[in-house]
């Protein structure tokens, strides 16, 4: 699985836009890129998902660049209960593996 | 139901006990997944099985035994552990096949080890 890349902690203000970059520029054509959080004390949580168009559901949206070598998960409007960690996650079509990375700790901030 | 149940929440044990963890899901999911999560670190993957079969153990040492007794029920089995097997334990599991990297997964919110 390709590796990513992701800043170790950025704030964000209650009510803006947070935007979580992730590098992988590694990734093969049949690798999807997932998105997860941990909120302190919980399982990890599935965010959203995506292969090379931009997606979005109730929870967030994902931009993957053209050469998807980078992704920005985006919470539209970031409350304090979005404070957790957040994991970028490639992986390939058909692996049984789910590996995490380091992941970015977003601070939500009133 | 799209919960993944863990028990123990919390388990502290000597380096000479035997105990199980055990995890359980109503969702009909046929993949299932054990982590080892340290503090302040990523989840690491340990074990997966696929239709009640282990496919993948990603080097675990054998104080550690995963079994999964039918399709709803996946325990982790532990002799002889050591003190820095003091971790989060966390369960997970998701539909397998039909293409998994589309199979998001869900997780139990594990069990906290302690071990003296």
């Known amino acids: 699985d390709a590796k990513t890349t992701q800043p170790p902690s950025m704030d964000c203000a209650e009510g803006r836009a947070a935007n979580l970059p992730c590098n992988h520029s590694?990734?093969?054509?049949?690798?999807?890129v997932y998105w997860y959080r941990q909120i302190h004390s919980q399982g990890p949580q599935y965010i959203i998902h995506?292969?090379?168009n931009n997606e979005t559901n109730e929870m967030a949206s994902l931009i993957i660049t053209e050469d998807r070598k980078s992704s920005t998960l985006i919470l539209p409007h970031a409350t304090l209960r979005d404070t957790a960690v957040y994991y970028c996650?490639?992986?390939?079509?058909?692996?049984?593996?789910?590996?995490f990375g380091t992941g970015t700790r977003l601070q939500v901030f009133p | 139901d799209t919960e993944v149940t863990q028990t123990p929440k919390h388990l502290v044990m000597g380096m000479t006990n035997k105990k199980s963890l055990k995890c359980e899901q109503h969702?009909?999911?046929?993949?299932m997944y054990w982590y080892k999560q340290k503090a302040k670190k990523p989840p690491e993957l340990m074990f997966v099985?696929?239709?009640?079969?282990?496919?993948i153990n990603e080097s675990v040492p054998s104080r550690f035994s995963p079994e999964c007794p039918n399709s709803s029920l996946l325990n982790l089995h532990l002799h002889a552990l050591q003190p820095e097997d003091s971790a989060l334990y966390l369960c997970?599991?998701?539909?397998?096949?039909?293409?998994?990297?589309?199979?998001?997964?869900?997780f139990g919110s594990g069990t906290q080890l302690s071990v003296l």
């Open positions: 969702m009909g999911h046929r993949a």
């Open positions: 997970a599991s998701s539909h397998p096949g039909g293409g998994w990297a589309n199979e998001k997964l869900f």
């Open positions: 995506g292969l090379k």
């Open positions: 996650i490639v992986r390939v079509e058909g692996a049984d593996k789910l590996i």
């Open positions: 099985y696929s239709y009640e079969k282990l496919s």
């Open positions: 590694t990734i093969s054509g049949n690798e999807y």
